[in-house]
């Protein structure tokens, strides 16, 4: 089962962060064979880290919880809150797969928030910019709630163009780097 998990930075918390950051890396090195996308977001300024994204692939709920909520930042009060929901891998790819590679042009994380009827079920026709694109789903995986995305685009609006206008309740675009140790 695939699962999106964002942690979502506290105000303030950079430098626990910074003194967690192998901790941070173990833990997620635990995790390398399950991961299909991870890395930070940041403020508009492109500097400020205000959370972390996960997409891995787990045998159960119960799983993705411990993933989630064991992880050392989180443990320590790091994290404001954290979005964990089910997740599909329509892309059928990890972000290391991603045919324009890691460093090239400006990426964001699109997370549209339902109600009503599902959204953008099908992968957009130019999905050559995508490097993750799934529903969020309920617990049992019959209810859609939203949609991720991770996409390069030339700005924030760009990215925010891949997910359908009038379809959500709310949208939210972070600027998003590729994770991972260097």
């Given amino acids: 089962m695939e699962f999106?998990?964002?942690h979502r930075d506290?105000?303030?918390s950079l430098p626990l962060r910074e003194?967690?950051?192998e901790a941070h890396w173990a833990y997620m090195d635990q995790y390398e064979a399950e991961l299909i996308a991870r890395g930070p977001t940041f403020a508009a300024?492109?500097?400020?880290p205000t959370g972390s994204v996960h997409i891995v692939?787990?045998?159960?709920?119960a799983a993705a919880r411990s993933f989630a909520f064991d992880e050392p930042n989180y443990q320590a009060g790091a994290y404001r809150d954290v979005l964990l929901r089910r997740w599909r891998n329509l892309l059928g790819r990890t972000m290391w797969e991603f045919p324009g590679g890691r460093t090239d042009g400006n990426r964001y994380l699109v997370i549209g928030l339902g109600p009503g009827p599902e959204a953008d079920p099908?992968?957009?026709?130019d999905q050559d910019e995508l490097i993750a694109y799934g529903?969020?789903?309920s617990d049992d995986g019959e209810v859609w709630v939203g949609t991720a995305v991770l996409v390069r685009a030339s700005d924030a609006e760009g990215a925010r163009a891949v997910l359908s206008r009038?379809?959500?309740?709310?949208?939210?675009v972070h600027a998003w780097e590729f994770g991972g140790r260097r």
């Fill in 122 to 125: 099908q992968i957009p026709t």
């Fill in 45 to 48: 300024d492109g500097e400020t």
């Fill in 19 to 21: 003194e967690l950051g």
């Fill in 4 to 6: 999106f998990c964002y």
């Fill in 57 to 61: 692939d787990l045998p159960d709920s």
């Fill in 166 to 172: 009038d379809r959500y309740a709310d949208v939210e």
């Fill in 10 to 12: 506290r105000v303030g």
């Fill in 135 to 137: 529903p969020l789903l």
